[in-house]
């Protein structure tokens, strides 16, 4: 049966265990139920600055393997050019059981190679060239994709119910970018008035039925990758449709992260 049980805070009552228990049960179970079924990837925050050579990552909460990690601090880093794609990365470390605690921990590292899905997860990419800066804001949607010298969110998973999601971040830029266009397709209106509504947060398999729709089922890639994809495809035809051309950034150098 559902129920709720609180305990009883008085004046000269003691606490008994199973009420102290319930204290440290009930925002766990909640948390357990909240996430169930959801993938990987960051929940809130985890925002990314560079400044001075330093990378930070700012404090947020991420999802894995059912537990939720909390970070209360940013986190710097040294990041210096070197003409090499890097990966900041979250690596998962062995739980640790003690007598009154069991704790998860993790670590923040920037290095050559690709995350391990095992013990490793994403949180950007980028090549930052000699002289240079690294930059986190981003001009476009397009410019999510910049090779060089720009911090990349595309492959950064973003938690969400059955699969990982785009960021935020990305989406709402999209969202942007179709009323710019001033697009008279109630699927692009309707999609983009609720990335915005439910701010930039949005569950895979509704990009996922957006896109089959404006592409006629042209969906093969349902990673991060594919979506970010797709929905590029989607702007590019929302342009040539109202004869929009964006021509200052048409000069830019933009490779695409294979």
Avoid at 7 to 35: I, T, V
Avoid at 135 to 150: A, I, L, M, V
Wanted: proline share 4%; with cysteine; aromatic share 12%.
């Amino acid at each position: 049966m559902f129920q709720y049980v609180y305990p009883q805070f008085q004046f000269k009552s003691l606490l008994r265990g199973e009420m102290l228990e319930q204290l440290r049960d009930y925002p766990k179970y909640y948390l357990q139920l909240s996430f169930s079924g959801f993938a990987e990837g960051v929940v809130s925050g985890c925002e990314l600055s560079w400044d001075n050579g330093k990378l930070t990552v700012g404090p947020g909460m991420v999802y894995r393997g059912g537990h939720l990690y909390f970070m209360k601090e940013p986190y710097s880093l040294e990041c210096e050019p070197d003409n090499r794609r890097r990966y900041l990365k979250l690596q998962f470390l062995t739980e640790m059981k003690e007598l009154r605690q069991v704790s998860g921990n993790t670590r923040i590292v920037l290095a050559h190679e690709a995350p391990d899905p095992a013990c490793e997860m994403e949180l950007c990419r980028f090549c930052l060239q000699e002289g240079a800066r690294l930059r986190d804001k981003h001009e476009n949607f397009e410019d999510f994709s910049t090779e060089f010298d720009t911090i990349n969110l595309i492959y950064a998973p973003y938690a969400g119910g059955g699969m990982s999601t785009l960021n935020p971040v990305i989406l709402k830029q999209f969202a942007r970018e179709t009323f710019q266009n001033r697009t008279k397709d109630p699927y692009d209106v309707s999609f983009s008035m609720n990335v915005l509504a439910n701010k930039g947060v949005i569950e895979a398999e509704c990009i996922m039925e957006y896109l089959k729709v404006k592409l006629d089922g042209e969906v093969r890639d349902q990673s991060t990758y594919g979506m970010y994809r797709g929905l590029l495809k989607v702007l590019r035809e929302q342009e040539q449709g109202g004869g929009r051309q964006d021509k200052e950034f048409q000069g830019r150098r933009s490779v695409m992260l294979l």
